[in-house]
């Protein structure tokens, strides 16, 4: 089942606008994880999160536990922000379970 | 040093043969996994070690198999590859299980 749903699938930005992706969950999440998948496949760690917000860059993340999202804003859209961006959660059982994925695409 | 070591990045394999494929992480973490990826599909946990405890995912228990001889060290091995093995290969790593995982930077198979 749909553990962690992760919305949109897919995303067309132009360059140099904002949006925010989302994760829900229906397992009761500790700690969250983004993650970026890179053109030859590698995950690239973006976030680690227990409830609240971390904020890097363009990039900010944001974990709420009670009402069970995640949320990752980008700002200014960049051509090379294009990718996969996933995110995960754990449950305190030592297994992260992945949402399903976010396919970015950023248009000059 | 964050970092998690896969070897070989790419492995060509025939079906029918097996295949070992290494990690290893010297950040001294209690807890090592594997993870497969294909296309457009989300990593699927395969395994994970907690210390010396294996522990294999129903789905994939008798397609897979680890060993971990001391902590920095993880392997996986399939007995007799078959096309649908071709995938991304990713190792991860954590403290405790509870916390920030790392993924290495995988192992391409394929399987011709």
């Known amino acids: 089942g749909d553990k962690v749903k992760q919305s949109p699938s897919a995303l067309s930005l132009q360059e140099g606008t904002n949006s925010a992706l989302r994760c829900n969950f229906s397992?009761?999440?500790?700690?969250v994880q983004w993650f970026l998948q890179n053109p030859r496949g590698s995950l690239i760690n973006l976030f680690y999160?227990?409830?609240g917000t971390k904020e890097n860059g363009r990039l900010k993340s944001a974990f709420d536990s009670k009402e069970s999202y995640s949320t990752l804003h980008i700002r200014d859209a960049q051509l090379e922000d294009s990718g996969t961006y996933f995110c995960a959660a754990n449950n305190a059982g030592a297994k992260l379970t992945f949402g399903g994925g976010t396919r970015l695409t950023v248009r000059p | 040093d964050t970092t998690v070591k896969q070897n070989p990045r790419y492995k060509l394999a025939r079906v029918g043969k097996p295949v070992n494929l290494i990690c290893s992480q010297t950040m001294n973490h209690d807890t090592m996994y594997w993870y497969q990826k294909k296309p457009n599909q989300a990593p699927k946990l395969l395994l994970f070690y907690y210390d010396k405890i294996l522990n294999r995912e129903a789905d994939t228990f008798e397609k897979f198999q680890s060993s971990r001889p001391n902590n920095s060290f993880c392997s996986l091995y399939i007995g007799s590859a078959g096309l649908e093995y071709s995938a991304m290969y990713l190792c991860?790593?954590?403290?405790?299980?509870?916390?920030?995982?790392?993924f290495g930077k995988g192992t391409r198979l394929t399987v011709v």
């Open positions: 397992i009761a999440a500790t700690t």
């Open positions: 991860a790593s954590s403290r405790d299980g509870a916390t920030e995982v790392f």
């Open positions: 999160l227990v409830p």
